[in-house]
């Protein structure tokens, strides 16, 4: 039994090795992903229910991995948060997304909104502020070319949490600031209601399926609820017809998801908008 036991043992810290070395490794590639800008910006287009015009894209993070080829955010998200790095892949993410912005107007074609994602850890920095304004300046944009998407988990802790307060000054500089997942984090209304928010993000577990009617209430409530306050509403994961016949009864102002448009490169994002008919 003892031997038996070693064995187990031995078996258990071999793999705990390897995986602590995989770790070691997905760390090390991180860092030099980072220094030779291998975070890249996709770009998801976001259209009117109204008008079917393009409201804007949003830039989702994608890691152009050497070995590994494009990897989703929920590959390397968490970790780069947990050893720190979050606010420089935000940044470099954002800034690329930029560039991608200006080489798609420099085309002709309009796009009024670039929406970028930031993490709560990001907006505790105390830098983001800064190095955005630098970054919009030096490629001659300015805040209102920009929505800041903020996770409804960013805001549970209020007021006295600096990402909180970083959010008002974004928004007191004239960034469209909207919550991202709205409907599963459980932010409080008094703290919503405080901040010069323009927008909510309804997440895409809400709006998955058209059938279900405690969702949809939901659905409803929130876009009455963002009406009174004069907030623009987007349903996330419209994939079907159906869901948009159906958000668009509730009121929602802009559709994005596969059934408007995956995201994509920016070259792919420019062929996109030629096929849709957007000008
Ligand atoms: P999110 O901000 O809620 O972005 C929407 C996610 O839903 C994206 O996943 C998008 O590809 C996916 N999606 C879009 N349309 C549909 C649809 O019709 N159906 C379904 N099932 N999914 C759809 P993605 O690109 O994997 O990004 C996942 C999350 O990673 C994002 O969720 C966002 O929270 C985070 N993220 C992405 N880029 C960044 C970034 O630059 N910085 C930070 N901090 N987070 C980022
Ligand atoms: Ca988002
Ligand atoms: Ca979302
Ligand atoms: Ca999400």
């Not at 030099?32 to 830039?59: A, H, M, N, R």
């Not at 590959?75 to 940044?91: R, S, T």
């Not at 960013?154 to 007191?172: F, H, N, R, V, W």
Request: hydrophobic content about 40%.
């Amino acid at each position: 039994a003892k031997r038996d036991g070693k064995g187990v043992a031995r078996l258990f810290t071999r793999s705990m090795r390897e995986g602590v070395e995989q770790r070691h490794n997905m760390i090390q590639d991180i860092h030099e992903g980072l220094e030779k800008g291998q975070f890249i910006p996709f770009f998801q287009p976001q259209v009117s229910f109204d008008t079917g015009e393009l409201i804007g894209f949003e830039v989702l993070a994608r890691w152009d991995h050497p070995k590994y080829g494009l990897l989703p955010p929920a590959d390397f998200i968490p970790l780069a948060e947990e050893i720190g790095v979050i606010d420089q892949i935000d940044m470099q993410v954002a800034i690329a997304g930029l560039d991608g912005l200006n080489k798609i107007r420099a085309r002709g074609l309009k796009v009024p909104k670039l929406s970028i994602n930031v993490a709560a850890r990001s907006l505790r920095l105390g830098t983001y502020r800064d190095d955005l304004h630098k970054a919009l300046k030096e490629r001659g944009l300015s805040p209102s070319d920009i929505v800041v998407e903020v996770l409804e988990t960013t805001l549970i802790e209020g007021k006295d949490d600096p990402a909180y307060q970083m959010i008002g000054d974004l928004a007191s500089d004239g960034f469209d600031i909207y919550i991202d997942d709205f409907g599963t984090g459980y932010a409080s209304l008094a703290s919503l209601a405080q901040l010069d928010l323009s927008g909510m993000k309804i997440d895409k577990s809400l709006v998955a399926n058209p059938e279900d009617r405690r969702a949809n209430q939901v659905i409803a409530a929130v876009s009455s609820l963002a009406d009174g306050l004069g907030l623009t509403i987007v349903a996330e994961g419209v994939e079907t017809p159906q869901t948009y016949s159906a958000l668009k009864r509730m009121k929602c102002h802009v559709a994005q998801g596969y059934g408007i448009g995956v995201p994509m490169s920016q070259d792919d994002a420019i062929g996109w908008m030629a096929d849709y008919g957007a000008s």
